[in-house]
DNA sequence: CTAATAGTGTCTATTAGACAGTATTTA
DNA sequence: TAAATACTGTCTAATAGACACTATTAG
């Protein structure tokens, strides 16, 4: 590196794109912004990151997250960098971005919390125009999540615990677009060997009662804060 | 975000990894710092954004290589950044860092261009400790390539055009560590169908001479440049 | 009993590893 | 011819998809 013989201004923000499940489709959580750039407008939690009061990037998604939507999601990686001098109309700027997992019932819990209606959800699939770069921040969002979703557990984030096999396999299904074959499906799931079974069976209908399970502890949501490329 | 009633003071800076092969090992190049901090050591390629000249850390990584090591590399993808209070003395910082593949050929003829031994090779596996969080950098770096050699053709932009299939064989094996069976290797890497024969044979000993070949265009070289995910 | 959902067993097509065999060159 | 390396064929074990089957509950 040189000496900085000139100087650098460039702004350093994180912004989050954060996936629950709704009406059995992907949402991603947005915001209404209070300030300029944008005022007004639907997008992504984010914010500056604070010198004093964050020790890392992770830290200051994890207060954006916190802050902005009350939500301590059980699942939170690093996405991307997006590091530009258009994508902010303030100037040269540096996003980097984070993706994460919540179940709707945290997510619920958490607008109650927060008072009412301060995020929206948007369905994926039919993503309106973002300010800044973010949609296609949530289209790189979107493929990590489908591709890791194929070998790891990621989705049972989407997942209130305690849920039945046939919920896993319902969000499997949503999350990667597809239909999956119930029996390959059970045999890759449980040889995963991250699933313990719960006490009390899920009641319901007129019908047979499925097992519980939930993800197991070593395995288990806010240990997923720490590495930042582990395998699940 | 907020609106900036503090103050940012972050330093933005990009970082390579840039791999080569060189006797049958993974190396990493490697140069030594002309200014403090760690003035006289041995650390990654890097250097601060200029936002005048680079419209995005892609660009501010081309520009530090070229200007570094006189190397274009065929391959450069975006690491992983690494944000925090403590990796530079001089604060707050964001290392954009990025991961390269560059033949031995190309590599020696940018080191008689920029004038001799501006850089220094270390075996992957034999690394000393560097400056910063730089080894933690290498290890992501080298964990991203094995992961991606299972199943892309990275490891041939560790060769120089043409070459042959039990060159591309052995790099294979020399990159993810392990002995690779060379029918099954022959199946997977022609059915992948990135390759294309080249007229002329490796003249050699006294032995039957191989056929050459070299990447197709439509997934060589620059191109790679471009897009920040693709598959291979 | 039936209806409904939970969960298992089994056949088959595809794949990857192991390894033996054939082909083509120089000396 | 022999020696050396390039390349191919085939057996087999493991895997994933398809789908039929059994199990357990409420009514």
Redesign the pocket.
């Known amino acids: 590196m040189d000496s900085p013989d000139w100087v650098q201004n460039i702004i350093v923000t994180v912004d989050v794109v954060l996936f629950t499940l709704h009406a059995q489709c992907l949402h991603v959580v947005l915001m209404r912004r209070p300030n300029d750039p944008f005022a007004g407008q639907l997008a992504l939690p984010g914010g500056y990151v604070h010198q004093a009061d964050d020790v890392d990037s992770l830290a200051a998604a994890v207060r954006v997250l916190r802050t902005k939507t009350g939500i301590t999601p059980p699942y939170l990686e690093q996405l991307y960098s997006f590091a530009d001098a258009a994508r902010d109309p303030r100037g040269w700027s540096v996003s980097v971005s984070y993706f994460a997992l919540v179940d709707e019932v945290v997510l619920r819990q958490a607008q109650v919390d927060v008072g009412g209606a301060a995020f929206d959800l948007l369905n994926v699939n039919a993503l309106a125009p973002l300010p800044f770069d973010h949609n296609r921040i949530v289209d790189v969002a979107l493929k990590r999540l489908r591709d890791k979703s194929a070998y790891s557990l990621l989705p049972c984030y989407l997942l209130a615990e305690p849920f039945?096999?046939?919920q896993v396999h319902q969000t499997y299904e949503h999350v990667m677009g597809v239909?999956?074959?119930?029996?390959?499906?059970?045999?890759?799931l449980f040889?995963m060997n991250v699933l313990q079974e719960c006490q009390g069976?899920?009641?319901?209908?007129?019908?047979?009662?499925?097992?519980l399970y939930r993800v197991k502890p070593e395995f288990s949501r806010r240990l997923q804060l720490l590495g930042h490329t582990s395998g699940f």
Chains 1, 2 share one sequence.
Do not use: E, Y
Not at 179 to 188: G, H, Q, T
């Open positions: 039945t096999f046939a239909a999956l074959d119930k029996s390959a499906f059970r045999r890759k040889d069976q899920r009641i319901g209908g007129a019908h047979r009662p499925a097992q």
